[in-house]
């Protein structure tokens, strides 16, 4: 069965941090392409971060040089450390596993950023 379980969210002040974690098990996770989403209320579901099987990575413009995507393939994670925080960046976190047949997505982490 597979099981893939965010981690890591919570309630932050303007300018603080988070680490989210992403285990995934059922799953050879070295063969996926995993990626961090978010939806904020009202909002569609966007991309955030992506690395790929070779450890390549995308960001969206809106979280360059303030979030980190990494992984570990030997503790089948992957993880998001998010730096400089902003009210916009309150939203559900997604964890998705992209493999050449299948997908598979968290249930999500909320993250909300206020003062």
């Known amino acids: 069965q597979v099981q893939v379980v965010e981690s890591g969210g919570g309630w932050v002040q303007p300018g603080g941090s988070l680490r989210l974690s992403c285990p995934a098990s059922?799953?050879?996770?070295?063969?996926?392409?995993m990626g961090w989403y978010r939806q904020a209320p009202g909002k569609q579901r966007e991309l955030v971060a992506s690395?790929?099987?070779?450890?390549?990575?995308n960001y969206a413009d809106s979280v360059k040089g303030r979030f980190t995507i990494s992984r570990d393939n030997a503790k089948n994670t992957v993880y998001l450390q998010m730096n400089s925080l902003r009210p916009e960046d309150t939203a559900v976190y997604y964890c998705?596993?992209?493999?050449?047949?299948?997908?598979?997505w968290g249930q999500g982490t909320q993250v909300t950023v206020s003062s």
């Open positions: 059922g799953i050879t996770f070295s063969r996926y392409v």
């Open positions: 690395i790929g099987t070779g450890s390549g990575t």
């Open positions: 998705k596993a992209t493999g050449w047949t299948y997908i598979y």
